[in-house]
């Protein structure tokens, strides 16, 4: 007997509410003093039809007071646990029906705590290291991440959040976390266990959540005690340990290099800080794909860094220094993703210059973050080396270029692949956040078309330099934060046209006066503009933009009534009221 898979869609909040009301009260009135408890319950089912359907049972049944519909929302979890039967009848008949492919890919969330959404960054990562998915011939991993990913949202089994100017995550449903949970038990994928764990069987991919109240036998598997304990961890090959900071005593007897297997590390900094020894046992684990670490180790990275050939993800928390990339990630023919706190690529105190073979690239390198750049003749065609990166995160120290007698910028127009750039500037004057110098001059800007996004951290621009800006012809969002405007005006000429900006974010910026043209941003979708103190008024012609859906204001009192205006005249213009003006938290300003 085939059974059709569930039409599984999430509800848009308003058919939430229209099923909860119909299912709750059927033809009677809803009685108004109920009506915002109401929404808030059917806003907390998440867009679920079956949480809905259940908890909207579940209050048909109850006295239609204000007091106990709070009591629902307050237990929404505990409702769901008492009908676990019909829970599971459609679960399992959707997950039943999912590929065997994508089944591991959706037990891997219940691997993460409740309501903790992963980003497509953290899922491409994760599940290419665990093994879950791999590139083609004609994919890339990324692109692979995302047929999988569609899949499973199309089923409704994850929930996806994409709002313009916020990174897309992903997560499954709070409510059904446990039963992702138990079936990946089943399915001996992984297990949570806390640090007190006696069990002498492990899976082979384990988190262990530790409680430095508690005593810590599942430490012993993995990290330290006896070696016939450790005997029964040598299947690792997937660990994961998060929790209270682990004692100096017992952080200096952790060994790992008897986990020859392990492809995914994740010592969470709040956990451990690597040392020497421990580091040095890490690169003895030559199948690492993934790894997290905090670490105070100071500027190169050892030597033994070499042996980790089929790395793919690095991350790095280092606040107590600067790591030194080369030479040793030539070394990582594969890594994908490099994120640190702070590094370089080269010592700028060292005496002599690194060689670089002509041919020498890391070709598979898509995200490089944490990165510190400065002139030198070292660094100016460095990211000719990188070609394939997507993802681009680097703060600048002010410096001279004296061939071009300009502030030096590096050229990144090698860099086709590149979607998402943040820069961050840091100023050679101490006592300011920029160099009233630099503020004066136009850079010299050499930006791939391929950009999408664009962020700018306490960077001084003119309107030379953001006029440049506005030609990237694919740059759908732009984010400045604390930038220093020349003059603080921004005066936007005919010519200036943001073509595809969809999203557009002023955050604490010098700027006081602002005026656009009439196609200045002919595609905006979202204003945002937090802490803009001396802006004197929100320039009135942005009231044309046909597609401007919201107005986001943020510590920013003096602007709201421009804002009223501007909604006012769009009202007049398009009819209805598609233009929203909203506050923190997205709560409206005017209705």
Request: proline fraction near 4%; aromatic fraction near 10%; hydrophobic fraction near 40%.
């Amino acid at each position: 007997l085939y059974t059709a898979p569930l039409d599984f869609r999430l509800l848009r909040p308003e058919e939430s509410w229209e099923l909860l009301e119909k299912r709750a009260f059927g033809n009677e009135s809803f009685p108004d003093e109920l009506l915002d408890v109401g929404k808030e319950i059917a806003e907390n089912c998440k867009g679920l039809p079956l949480v809905v359907d259940l908890i909207a049972g579940v209050i048909a049944g109850r006295e239609k007071k204000k007091s106990v519909w709070l009591e629902v929302v307050n237990n929404l979890h505990s409702f769901i646990l008492k009908n676990e039967v019909e829970v599971m009848k459609v679960i399992e008949i959707s997950y039943d029906h999912l590929s065997d492919h994508l089944k591991p890919c959706l037990l891997y969330f219940a691997s993460r705590p409740k309501d903790k959404a992963l980003t497509i960054y953290e899922l491409t990562a994760l599940w290419g290291a665990e093994g879950f998915v791999e590139k083609t011939e004609m994919k890339s991993m990324e692109e692979v991440v995302k047929i999988y990913l569609d899949d499973l949202i199309s089923s409704s089994l994850v929930i996806c959040f994409n709002e313009i100017g916020d990174e897309p995550t992903c997560q499954v449903h709070d409510l059904v976390h446990d039963y992702w949970l138990i079936k990946a038990r089943e399915e001996k994928l992984f297990d949570l266990i806390s640090s007190s764990a006696t069990s002498d069987l492990l899976p082979r991919q384990i988190t262990i959540y530790y409680d430095d109240d508690e005593e810590h036998f599942g430490l012993n598997f993995v990290l330290f005690g006896s070696n016939k304990k450790r005997h029964s961890g040598k299947h690792l090959y997937s660990l994961s340990i998060e929790g209270d900071q682990l004692d100096d005593g017992l952080s200096d007897i952790c060994q790992l290099r008897h986990l020859r297997l392990l492809r995914v590390l994740n010592l969470d900094p709040s956990f451990i800080m690597v040392k020497d020894s421990l580091l040095n046992e890490i690169c003895m684990l030559n199948h690492l794909r993934y790894l997290r670490i905090g670490t105070q180790v100071k500027s190169l990275l050892p030597l033994s860094f070499s042996n980790l050939w089929n790395l793919e993800i690095l991350l790095v928390d280092n606040e107590e220094s600067t790591l030194i990339l080369l030479p040793r990630i030539w070394d990582l023919v594969k890594l994908r993703v490099l994120k640190t706190t702070t590094c370089s690529f080269f010592d700028l105190d060292a005496d002599e210059s690194i060689l670089i073979a002509e041919d020498t690239k890391l070709e598979n390198l898509r995200c490089l973050g944490g990165l510190m750049l400065s002139y030198s003749k070292d660094t100016e065609d460095i990211f000719k080396r990188f070609p394939n990166l997507q993802d681009l995160t680097f703060g600048l120290k002010e410096s001279w270029d004296y061939s071009t007698e300009q502030y030096w910028f590096p050229k990144l127009d090698c860099l086709t692949e590149l979607d998402h750039l943040i820069v961050y500037f840091e100023s050679s004057n101490t006592n300011d956040s920029g160099s009233s110098a630099a503020i004066n001059r136009p850079w010299d800007f050499h930006f791939p078309s391929s950009l999408k996004k664009l962020w700018f951290v306490d960077f001084p621009l003119t309107s030379d330099s953001l006029s440049t800006i506005a030609r990237l012809p694919n740059l759908e969002e732009l984010c400045l934060y604390g930038t220093i405007i020349h003059g603080e005006e921004w005066n936007m000429g005919e010519e200036d046209t943001f073509e595809n900006v969809k999203y557009l974010k002023l955050h604490e910026m010098t700027l006081s006066k602002w005026e656009v043209g009439e196609e200045s941003f002919p595609s905006l979708e979202i204003l945002k503009l937090q802490g803009c103190h001396e802006l004197e008024e929100i320039p009135p012609n942005l009231g044309d933009i046909s597609s401007l859906k919201i107005i986001k204001l943020v510590e920013s009192p003096q602007l709201e009534n421009s804002a009223l205006k501007i909604k006012e005249y769009a009202e007049d213009m398009r009819g209805g009221d598609e233009l929203q003006v909203v506050g923190r938290k997205n709560i409206l300003l005017f209705k």
